[in-house]
């Protein structure tokens, strides 16, 4: 049974990587801190319904996972992208450049072109440092099917990256 100070370590414990991976599904901070929230005052709320049969961290990925799908299937995210796309030219091109000069926050946004199939197991893989056989338990779905999604997604980042020139290959 969980305590508010049990929680609070829990939270200082696992928050960051819990917003990241919101981060990589929603594509928007404050949606990805509101779902990680939930997932927490969730966790609270329906303790005893929490059974003790695997690892916690795998419990609350799974949890975040599920609510940042829920998100991308709700209305309120439908009306957000709209409003993006009608009143955001100004200000996204002022974002651009500074984003741009960050090799690592052009690999970021490349990976959030993908689709959500190949772009989830890769950030399973690289940013989590999962194994394939975690990334097959956490999505249900075969170890084979990880393979090929993890390398789809390879292909694709290639591609979406093939034409910048890296500062840090130039300096070799």
Do not use: C
Request: charged content about 30%.
């Amino acid at each position: 049974m969980l305590n508010i100070n049990d929680l609070k370590e829990l939270m200082f414990q696992y928050t960051e990587p819990l917003i990241r991976l919101a981060y990589y599904y929603v594509k928007d901070l404050q949606a990805a801190e509101d779902i990680v929230q939930e997932v927490f005052i969730k966790l609270f709320h329906n303790q005893y319904h929490y059974e003790e049969r695997g690892e916690l961290k795998a419990f609350l990925t799974t949890m975040t996972i599920n609510k940042s799908k829920d998100y991308l299937k709700s209305w309120t995210y439908r009306k957000v992208q709209l409003q993006n796309k009608l009143f955001s030219h100004a200000s996204k091109r002022n974002l651009d450049e500074l984003v741009k000069k960050d090799e690592q926050a052009i690999i970021g946004e490349a990976i959030l072109e993908l689709p959500l199939k190949q772009r989830e197991v890769l950030i399973y893989f690289y940013f989590n440092e999962m194994t394939i056989t975690e990334i097959a338990h956490i999505l249900s779905i075969p170890e084979g099917t990880v393979k090929t999604r993890l390398r789809r997604g390879k292909e694709l980042l290639r591609k979406q990256l093939k034409g910048i020139e890296w500062e840090v290959l130039l300096n070799e």
